[in-house]
């Protein structure tokens, strides 16, 4: 479905960006750098920041800072024509284009794009003594890691378990062995902290090709790291180990509120969005990243798929602005992955083809922070 009947929104728009998500920003960077005088921006975000959610496993290991996988959104949304909102969204009325914040406050636009990512599903997750941390949103994460440090450090001989052996899942759990085994050298940890990487399927990284699975086995093992694939469930009597802390990578459902949105869904619960990045249901309304689920061409979630959406949608907010026709967005079917392991080694992979070593680790870097420096802002 095409933009172009409707309602009029110029000669002035006003284009509510919900979440500072990995799309919203190139959108924002965009409206900056060629800001339209037709054109109003307002984008809520939770916080000042967003993180980048590649560079997250390097800030677990200990190679990155905490404010490095970070983008400060109020200096990328400081231009004319722009305000930022600081405030979480908690309703949204898509017949209206109105979105509410938890402080009461309405924000309605002529064209909104929701890109607040999704939510780690920890439903199954069982009640421990330590901690249990969903490892979405990451922001969120990131904000708890120092309590998962301070329990380590507190309860040495803990025993951590990484729950969903996905490629976060894999990355966080050789990224949180790198910086035990670091812990343990200066004799903060007991040697006999354990560390488990659990899986419901009977394979990690499904949807990976054997060739990927096959190397990062290896290293998991070469690690230490016990790998419980077939995993039925906290209530398996077959398991005897109890878990200190739990880190829960295990799958993501759509933030609870846009239920309420009467937007199209997919089968997931994720805002079904044409070929334009436009909600199925509602003209006007716009999504990508986890938040969207692409009916013609469904696509695995991830950071590069959100990317990949950000300049798209940034032309497509800017044609439906002014009632042009909308771009059609072009989903590759395979991309390039880098999946860190733990020390300065990642695997890379594309379609059938994988390698490894230090190397991909220092391209990862290069690309993630190069990525974190094109939204830096003074
Ligand atoms: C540990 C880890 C490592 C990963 N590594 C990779 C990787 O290397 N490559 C890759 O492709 N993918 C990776 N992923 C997946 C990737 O994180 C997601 O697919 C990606 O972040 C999705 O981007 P997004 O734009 O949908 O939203 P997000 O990056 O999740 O951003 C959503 C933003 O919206 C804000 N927000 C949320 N709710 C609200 C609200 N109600 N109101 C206002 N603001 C709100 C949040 O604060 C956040 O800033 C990784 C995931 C994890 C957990």
Known sequence: MNFQNAPRTSPSAHIVLIGAGHAHVEVLRRFRAQPRPDIHVTIVSKFPYAAYSGMVPGYVAGYYEASEPFISISRLADFERCDMVIGEAVDFDADARRVTLSN???????IVSIDVGAVTDA?????IRGLTIPVKPIDLFMQR??????????HPRSSVAVVGAGAAGVELVLALEHRLAGLRQVGLVDSKSKIFLIERSDEILLGYPMSVRTR?????????????????????KSLHCEFDILLWAAGVRPAEWLARSRLAVDRAGFIAVDRYLQSTSHQGVFAAGDAAGMIESPRAKSGVMAVRQGPLLAENLSRAATGSPLLPFSPQATWLSLISAGGRYAVASRGNWSAEGRWVWYWKKWLDTSFVRRYMVW
């Open 123 to 127: 439903s199954g997750a069982p009640r």
């Open 145 to 154: 890691w120092p309590e998962v440090l301070k329990r380590l450090q507190e």
């Open 216 to 236: 990062l086995l290896r290293i998991l093992s070469s690690r230490n790291i016990a790998v419980l694939t077939g995993f039925a469930g906290f209530d398996d």
């Open 104 to 110: 009461g406050q309405q924000i309605a636009g002529d």
